[in-house]
């Protein structure tokens, strides 16, 4: 069993930089997939980032890489997510989530529990 609680997200202006954290709690907190995914308004649920604990391997979609890092403190317990040279089209309810499996994947079903979402906005 996994809780995941989001913090971090705020309003700023273009091309700042902003870190979302994860807070996991759990037995099995330390074998779970980690990710995370955002919805803008009327849009689906998509992928940003994930990372793999046991391997330490990150993916990145290919509208943030080179611009989003998703990383881990294990001793924390704690995922996050470092934004820099944000766009307006970043703005979005952004999610943590967790899957019960180890093995990395980039869809919504495939992760099984989910933080409450932190708001972004960009203004330009």
């Known amino acids: 069993q996994v809780q995941l609680v989001e913090s971090g997200g705020g309003l700023l202006q273009a091309g700042g930089s902003l870190r979302l954290s994860c807070a996991a709690s759990?037995?099995?907190?330390?074998?779970?997939?980690m990710g995370w995914f955002r919805q803008a308004p009327g849009k689906e649920r998509e992928f940003v980032a994930a990372?793999?604990?046991?391997?330490?391997?990150?993916y990145y979609a290919d509208s943030v890489k080179g611009r989003f890092t998703i990383s881990r403190d294990n001793a924390k317990n704690t995922v996050y997510l470092q934004m820099n040279s944000l766009k307006p089209e970043d703005t979005a309810v952004y999610y943590c989530?967790?899957?019960?499996?180890?093995?990395?994947?980039?869809?919504?079903?495939?992760?099984?529990?989910w933080g409450q979402g932190t708001q972004v906005t960009v203004s330009s």
């Open positions: 989530a967790a899957r019960r499996g180890s093995i990395v994947v980039f869809t919504t079903t495939g992760y099984d529990y």
């Open positions: 759990g037995r099995t907190f330390v074998s779970n997939a």
């Open positions: 990372i793999s604990w046991s391997a330490g391997k990150t």
